[in-house]
């Protein structure tokens, strides 16, 4: 069986309340600029720094999530390459808060979005199909995709467009905001549920834009892929899982026995990587010791995450992991207000005339939809088969990782180290 993993976010940007409608006059239905996408041209510097400052950003972005209840999921590159659209065309100390917020203060303007378009060039270059392992698909798909749809009529400075267009391959797709604002929902719905095989297919609900608003930016991250090593379906079974007020739960639960893999073991934590076809693209588990779980989470912001990494080693590994399955929808304003971003939601001080000067623009939702599954075969978990190890005259030494409690997880790329997905699983049950 194969899974999918889904993380959409969506920008909406509206102007301030007002008397007056815009103008809505007929378009030809894009706003476009005549510049093509640039290929990746950013250095290996800024490519690094601005897989640092997602990462960063991923960590922050995490503590502030955590605080509530339940399991989390959360695509930070997704919010970063959305809400960093928005940044291109913010001025002031509009942008100087987002700019803080994504970790990116330090970046020149254009270095910053040719660093990100960069990044979204080497995430493409690791779509690949190999051989099938006992008439099971070996794959990796994965896209990043832009779009945002704007009013009819309404002015965009032509520097906006040609940004969207050098760095994120967008153009602005002309709707009718202002007098048919349910019938631009619908549409904007409908080419999100095209994009993502109708796996999501109400990102923006009912009332969540109106005649107000003038532009809204989507970003899509999308993921399709099978373990380097899947797991035999035969070697899964239903077992315990330990919740975090000590009541348990029964799981279908994926086992794989003197499995090769690169593991650490750290100050309350063990931590598994498994890599998808390909090894260039990974999902790293954090598994907290009992009684440790809050310690061990709170210390993402801390750096946990690269000192997991630095750690990895390999090792022969006895591996069980829950399966599960599951789907956060999320409005970010209060999580991203808590970053440090007020001006940008603010009517009265934001300042977006870097996208139009025909009205004043402010951010009035950031929408976030996620859905991750796990399966034997892979996408969003931990999997492998069972590893046939050759005879020896010495006893293996096998670590034990038995991933009975809530726990940590994140997808990276492996070569910049970006944080494609991250959350935790506090209880895997349907």
Request: with cysteine; hydrophobic share 50%; aromatic share 8%.
């Amino acid at each position: 069986m194969r899974r999918f993993t889904l993380l959409l976010s969506a920008l909406l940007l509206l102007v301030v309340a007002c008397g007056d409608d815009a103008p809505s006059a007929a378009g030809d239905g894009m706003a476009v600029s005549e510049l093509a996408r640039e290929g990746a041209s950013a250095s290996a510097e800024d490519l690094a720094a601005i897989s640092a400052a997602e990462q960063a950003f991923a960590a922050r972005l995490y503590q502030a999530l955590a605080a509530g209840d339940g399991n989390v999921v959360v695509s930070p590159l997704s919010i970063h390459l959305a809400l960093a659209m928005a940044l291109g065309g913010a001025e002031g100390d509009t942008a100087d808060e987002m700019a803080e917020a994504l970790e990116v203060a330090g970046f020149d303007p254009a270095a910053l979005h040719s660093a990100l378009n960069s990044l979204d060039a080497a995430l493409e270059s690791r779509n690949r199909t190999d051989p099938p392992i006992d008439d099971r698909e070996q794959k990796v798909q994965i896209s990043v995709v832009n779009s945002l749809w704007g009013q009819e009529g309404f002015a965009f400075v032509q520097e906006y467009l040609d940004l969207l267009a050098r760095n994120y391959g967008a153009g602005i797709r002309l709707v009718d905001f202002s007098q048919a604002a349910e019938e631009a929902r619908v549409a904007i719905n409908e080419w999100v549920a095209e994009e993502t095989n109708d796996r999501i297919t109400d990102l923006i609900p009912e009332g969540a834009i109106d005649e107000l608003t003038r532009l809204v930016l989507v970003n899509a991250v999308y993921l399709d892929a099978t373990w380097a090593r899947p797991f035999d379906p035969e070697a899964t079974f239903d077992a315990p899982f330990f919740r975090l007020d000590d009541t348990v739960v029964s799981v279908p639960t994926m086992h794989a026995y003197q499995l090769s893999a690169r593991y650490a073991g750290g100050l309350g934590w063990q931590a598994i990587e498994l890599p998808y076809t390909g090894d260039e693209l990974s999902m790293v588990i954090v598994v907290p010791a009992f009684g440790r779980f809050a310690e061990v989470e709170a210390l993402i912001a801390a750096g946990l995450l690269d000192e997991v990494r630095g750690a990895l080693d390999s090792a022969i590994v006895d591996l069980s992991l829950p399966k599960f399955e599951m789907r956060n929808q999320l409005s970010l304003v209060d999580t991203l207000r808590a970053l440090g971003i007020e001006a940008a939601f603010d009517p009265e001080a934001a300042d977006f005339s870097g996208i139009s000067t025909e009205e004043a623009l402010y951010i009035t939702d950031v929408l976030h939809e996620a859905f991750i599954a796990v399966d034997e075969a892979g996408t969003e978990a931990a999997a492998a088969t069972a590893v046939i190890i050759g005879t020896t005259s010495a006893p293996i030494e096998v670590v034990p990782l038995d991933v009975n409690r809530p726990f940590l997880f994140f997808l990276q790329d492996r070569a910049t180290g970006a944080i494609l997905f991250l959350g935790r699983v506090l209880d895997p049950s349907p």
